[in-house]
């Protein structure tokens, strides 16, 4: 830009000298719309009634030096990460942890596991009976079940599950089929086995009917 004349005007700083230096206003009268027929007093006073020394903005009460609040806080830290007692047993010996090992099972369930075999003992005794009469034409089975080879629990429980009946001599549904096998399968994991009566190809013959 020049003058009329052609000679250059240059802009200093001390051109804007004059201007009203607004960096200092109180930023606070600017986002509490000051208004210039109050004081500043006055208008902080109207803005901030409605604020309460509940909220936190009462006046700080040191009570406590910086060495007083940090051992407090530790102690609050230590408690915390402290386990709770109330949440765990007793350290059980070695005594009461073989007990508990032989207590595999719920009593529910071994109760269920007691009826089952119960029930194969009762067959297999009918069954053996039954194969005294050389009319019949069947094996009898003579090994005990806790003592049967995988041949003869697949033979023995796949039979078993076809010729069970309640006592009035009607039919188990499938469901206590199920039952009455993983029951017998339980009883063998008592005794340190773990034949998986269902799945497995050795017992292929063991089939619940649909």
Known sequence: MSRSDGEEIFLT??????????????????FLE????????????????????????SKPKLTQSDDEL???????QSKSHQPSTSRFH????????????????????????KWATTLFKQWKSTRNIRANDPNVGLSPIRVDLAEMSLDELNYSISR????????????YPP?????????????????????????????IQIKIPR
Do not use: W
């Open 175 to 203: 469901d206590t089929l199920y039952s009455l096998v993983i029951c017998l399968q339980l009883y063998m994991d008592t005794l340190g086995y773990n034949h998986k009566f269902l799945s497995y190809s050795s017992f």
């Open 160 to 171: 078993f599950i076809c010729e069970v009946r309640k006592t009035d001599g009607t039919e």
């Open 90 to 113: 007793e350290p059980k010996t070695d005594t009461e942890i073989e007990d508990m090992q032989s207590k595999k099972f719920a009593d529910s369930t071994m109760s269920k596991i």
């Open 13 to 30: 700083q001390n051109t804007f000298s004059q201007e009203t230096n607004d960096d200092n206003l109180d930023l606070c009268n600017f």
């Open 34 to 57: 000051y208004d210039t027929t109050t004081t500043t007093s006055e208008t902080y006073s109207v803005a901030c009634s409605d604020i309460s020394e509940d909220e936190g903005f």
């Open 70 to 76: 940090l051992l407090n806080v530790s102690k609050i």
